[in-house]
């Protein structure tokens, strides 16, 4: 499970779209587990595809051992490959066709590198990558803020602010401690516990890191949500679950169904509206589920109806006028007022390295908001009275002056 919160500033950078990232975590397998994971036979698989590489140190051009390598699905908590890399920095990873993979490069600790995510893997490739220098932080996380009672096994998430790219990170040990390894830049670092403890998510918020850390973490009162999606009593996979609090000031990212329709999440106590956001070219719509609040566990079931696919890429075309993928944008549709309560709030998600973008929404016209990582130089911008009654493709074209160009195909 994978949980994310942010401050409501920042939530339009954040939501759990996960879309070219989505729901990074780091897993703890053992290695049986690990081998099965990436070497599944062909009985279990249709087919399969091969990425391999060298891991090397940006700064001596050196090889690194003992780099984790995962494969993630972006909707998905649970790596769909792992590799460590050998005394040559290789590594290879099997994968199953059909997905895009995000893979996930975790060095060790004391080498003063940073962990690096590169998405968009879709087919097999030879991918070569270079660690550039980062810090560590380390430390113990424990049940409150007494920093008395430790917690074991929760998960880690690294969202930077400048570049809206976000990945897992290796979860607390057993005994709650954890070290992690990131650039220097400014991050929203959420720590999540096991559901059904009674504990909610805790966060680092815009840390800035210039050195090497030590913080310890306290996590808060919380409860868990969970629950199934369906339509028709069938399950749907890869639904992506936020929970926004009802006075916007934060929210938090849950793991995307699994195959069965299943998720979980852990919450602060609060009261929540809980988008539930379909994957694109399903037939379903997003849904909200308003007023979910604590302190006791919730079971919420969700029924999708029909929807609409509203997709596009997003570019930007500068001086030079080459035309780029506008990657890690914050796409966002919010319907408008005169629709009815339930649907209210609007669903988005980041662009993937190519510039594209798929929402499924239910019939509605809506204001879509465009959102840039704030180091691309580029100005947020909105689109009025977008009308979604079919499937619909919307490409946007942003220039270096921040003059926006709709085109509807």
């Not at 994310?4 to 500033?9: K, Q």
């Not at 009162?221 to 009593?233: H, I, M, P, S």
């Not at 030079?320 to 209210?344: C, K, M, Q, R, W």
């Amino acid at each position: 499970m994978f949980d994310r919160t942010v401050n409501f500033e920042h939530m339009l950078m954040f939501f759990v779209c996960f879309g070219s990232l989505g729901s990074l975590i780091y897993l703890s397998l053992n290695a049986t587990a690990l081998e099965t994971a990436a070497f599944a036979t062909e009985s279990n698989r249709q087919t399969t595809f091969q990425v391999t590489g060298t891991v090397t140190n940006s700064n001596t051009s050196n090889p690194i051992e003992n780099v984790d390598v995962h494969a993630f699905r972006p909707q998905q908590s649970a790596s769909d490959s792992f590799f460590q890399t050998d005394m040559s920095g290789q590594y290879t990873l099997t994968l199953t066709p059909g997905e895009s993979y995000t893979l996930v490069f975790n060095p060790p600790t004391g080498q003063s590198l940073a962990s690096k995510a590169v998405g968009g893997i879709t087919t097999a490739q030879t991918l070569d990558v270079a660690l550039e220098s980062g810090f560590t932080i380390s430390g113990i996380v424990y049940e409150d803020q007494t920093f008395n009672d430790p917690v074991g096994d929760v998960e880690i998430f690294a969202f930077n602010l400048n570049t809206a790219e976000g990945f897992g990170l290796p979860p607390a040990d057993g005994s709650g401690n954890y070290s992690i390894s990131l650039a220097a830049g400014t991050w929203e670092i959420t720590f999540t516990p096991p559901p059904g403890l009674g504990f909610g998510p805790a966060q680092l918020d815009d840390f800035v890191l210039t050195q090497d850390e030590g913080v310890s973490v306290g996590l808060t009162v919380g409860f868990t949500v969970l629950g199934r999606v369906t339509n028709a009593g069938a399950p749907i996979e890869d639904v992506e679950v936020f929970a926004q609090k009802t006075d916007l000031s934060s929210g938090f990212g849950f793991s995307a169904t699994d195959a069965n329709g299943y998720y979980t999440g852990t919450l602060p106590l609060g009261t929540y509206d809980i988008r539930f956001q379909p994957p694109p070219e399903t037939g379903f719509a997003s849904v909200i589920e308003e007023a979910v609040s604590g302190p006791a566990d919730q079971t919420i079931n969700i029924l999708l109806p029909s929807g609409n696919t509203f997709a596009g890429i997003l570019s930007e075309v500068c001086t030079d006028e080459n035309v780029n993928p506008s990657a890690n944008t914050f796409i966002y549709a919010a319907p408008l007022p005169d629709v009815p309560t339930g649907s209210l709030g609007g669903w988005g998600e980041f662009t993937g390295a190519d510039g594209s973008y798929s929402l499924s929404l239910p019939s509605s016209t809506y204001t879509v908001t465009i959102t840039p990582p704030t180091n691309s130089g580029m100005s947020p911008m909105t689109i009025f009275g977008v009308e979604v009654t079919d499937d619909v493709t919307y490409s946007a074209s942003l220039d270096c002056l921040f003059m926006p160009l709709l085109i509807k195909n």
